[in-house]
């Protein structure tokens, strides 16, 4: 198993290079493998041909499974060629599951695909992967299924799975840094929006899991929201039509809002 790994700063520094660079790679025949709880940051400040994965899942059919779950990932800097990226790349025959994960590829330019999930083989299932926060910066090209892009609609109904998964930031604090804990000052759609596993009880800083878990390496705590401002009509006044439309001012850290007249 893999656990509790801060990675990140990998890769080639010089520009006009080609080559892979992958955070975790996965290549067994005969176990059942566990990637949990890890902070995979790479390609930031980089500009290259390089391709960047932050998992890359090459595993064979010997293996009994390859469970994926709790794992915050981050994909940055500039491709100048036609080299892709990924957070998770799945090429092996081994069966694959993956819940509560927060894949952001932040990386742009060039010819190749800058997505989250990418699967290039049949031993992808339906209900493989759920529960997972995924972004990038084309939503169109947000997952790879056999050599192809889909936005999130088209790869749930492909797939049949990631019916609980969204295309939203994950708003990491500072993924550059390779600090892949979430920014408690503002709202994330990682928060409460996981579903409990009993293999892994706790997160990336030995914290207790909730039973509503916060996808992604850390189980975090939102800060209070502050109260919001309203702007028309102003409070208290008065001669206000039975129907008609309020406006504020949001509330950093606030997901929703409940009206009450």
């Known amino acids: 198993s893999g656990a509790r790994n801060r990675i990140h700063s990998v890769g080639p520094a010089m520009k006009n290079v080609t080559g892979l660079v992958r955070g975790i790679y996965l290549d067994t025949f005969i176990d059942s493998v566990l990637i949990a709880n890890n902070m995979i940051s790479i390609g930031f400040g980089d500009t290259n041909d390089v391709r960047y994965d932050g998992i890359y899942d ?34 092996g025959m081994s069966p694959i599951r993956l819940r509560n994960n927060a894949f952001s590829n932040l990386r742009g330019g060039g010819g190749g695909f800058h997505q989250t999930l990418v699967n290039g083989t049949p031993s992808w299932f339906p209900g493989s992967s759920d529960n997972n926060v995924l972004y990038n910066l084309n939503s169109a090209q947000l997952t790879g299924w056999l050599g192809g892009p889909m936005n999130l609609a088209t790869w749930v109904s492909t797939t049949l799975g990631d019916f609980q998964s969204v295309n939203a930031d994950p708003k990491f604090v500072n993924p550059p840094a390779g600090d892949l804990h979430i920014d408690s000052t503002v709202y ?11 293999t892994v009880a706790d997160d990336f800083d030995s914290q207790f899991r909730a039973p509503a878990p916060d996808i992604g390496a850390d189980e975090y705590t939102i800060a209070s929201p502050g109260s919001f401002t309203l702007l028309q009509p102003a409070d208290d006044a008065a001669n ?12 950093a850290a606030a997901g929703s809002y409940d009206l009450y007249l």
Do not use: E, K
């Open 58 to 91: 090459a595993s064979m059919a010997g293996a009994l499974r390859v469970f994926v779950g709790y794992n915050s990932v981050s994909i940055g800097g500039t491709s100048m060629g036609i080299a892709g990226s990924s957070g998770i790349n799945h090429t």
């Open 188 to 198: 994330s759609p990682a928060d409460n929006a996981g579903t409990s596993l009993l």
């Open 240 to 251: 206000q039509p039975v129907s008609g439309t309020l406006t504020w001012a949001p509330s």
